[in-house]
């Protein structure tokens, strides 16, 4: 018997309609464009507005356009995943609030966190269920409503976040296609440099809290910075050495879209060229979740059967890893 393999075999994509440009952001905060552009490669980034909109409505326009797209019938999925950091509250389950409002009643459910690379961990979840041979169809989506957890008098954070989300379905397949190889890492002692603190359990929201802006996020840039370069890159060349593989034989490098810097730093540490590099930051900022699927969404054109995909992620935590999959479509 074949061994089964967890292939990617469908993409769908959703950002809301409202663009926050860096030519607004000159307005809110001491900041200009060129120095947001220069630093990060952000031009703009997608916000959701409405009262009640959160995580939960961005995954339900992603998966639904991966419906729409495929003609898929909601009732054969059997789980859905969503990985966020922004679930629409602490309880109840994002995800099954998702998968009603679908149509996957025949599905179980749940949520994924860690962070930036909640929806990178995700894959490996989905590929388990699916390697298992249990399992045939399994949504997962990566969604962020990063807007709900930002302060706009805060530079160092409000040029980078935006909202967004991404679906994919997995499904088995006995050809030597799908995911191949993953390499995933986590530090917990890197926590205190990149957290929204209140409104957990170890520290609640209260009024102070919030009079004082402490349940926003807050992030120690530099820091983060050095380890996102050097670790990205480093699980980036693991992945390569553990498969055999030579750059030249890599399709497409698919990073989490944290800063362009990040992006270059990990594509020339395997010495990739440009023109194989994912890269849609610029419009969307950093959607935390939501940037490696919405890039699966955006390039998914150009991607043909057989192409050898390296997946990288870094987050908060520290959460980080890469993944090998070999794509199994043609557009």
Request: contains cysteine.
């Amino acid at each position: 018997m074949s061994k089964i393999s967890a292939a990617i075999t469908a993409v769908g994509g959703y950002v809301p309609d409202y663009v926050l440009t860096n030519k607004m952001l000159e307005d809110m905060v001491d900041t200009n464009d060129e120095w947001i552009t220069s630093r990060t490669g952000i031009k703009e980034r997608r916000i959701l507005k409405g009262e009640g909109k959160g995580t939960s409505y961005l995954a339900i326009k992603a998966a639904q356009d991966l419906i729409d797209k495929t003609g898929l019938n909601p009732e054969d999925i059997e789980l859905v995943i969503v990985a966020t950091a922004t679930p629409d509250m602490k309880a109840a389950s994002t995800s099954a609030y998702t998968a009603t409002q679908i149509g996957a009643v025949n599905a179980f459910s749940f949520d994924l966190e860690a962070a930036c690379s909640s929806f990178l961990y995700g894959m490996s979840v989905a590929a388990r269920y699916i390697e298992s041979g249990k399992y045939k169809k399994v949504l997962l989506i990566g969604a962020d409503k990063n807007s709900s957890m930002i302060n706009y008098e805060d530079r160092a954070t409000c040029i980078i976040f935006g909202d967004g989300a991404g679906a994919v379905l997995f499904e088995p397949t006995e050809e030597a296609l799908g995911l191949q190889d993953e390499y995933l890492r986590s530090d917990g002692s890197g926590r205190e440099f990149l957290q929204a603190t209140y409104g957990g359990s170890s520290y609640p929201s209260t009024p102070e809290a919030i009079k004082d802006k402490k349940h926003y996020i807050f992030q120690e840039g530099k820091t983060v910075f050095k380890n996102a370069v050097f670790n990205m890159a480093d699980v980036a060349v693991k992945i390569l050495e553990r498969n055999n593989l030579a750059v030249n034989d890599i399709s497409w490098l698919v990073a989490h879209q944290a800063n362009k810097r990040i992006i270059d730093a990990t594509a020339n540490r395997i010495g990739l060229e440009d023109e194989k590099v994912m890269i849609n930051i610029e419009k969307y900022g950093n959607t935390t979740s939501a940037t490696l699927p919405l890039l699966l969404y955006d390039y998914e054109s150009k991607l043909k059967k057989g192409d050898k995909l390296v997946f990288a992620a870094f987050g908060g935590g520290f959460t980080w890893g890469s993944i090998y999959l070999k794509w199994a479509y043609n557009s």
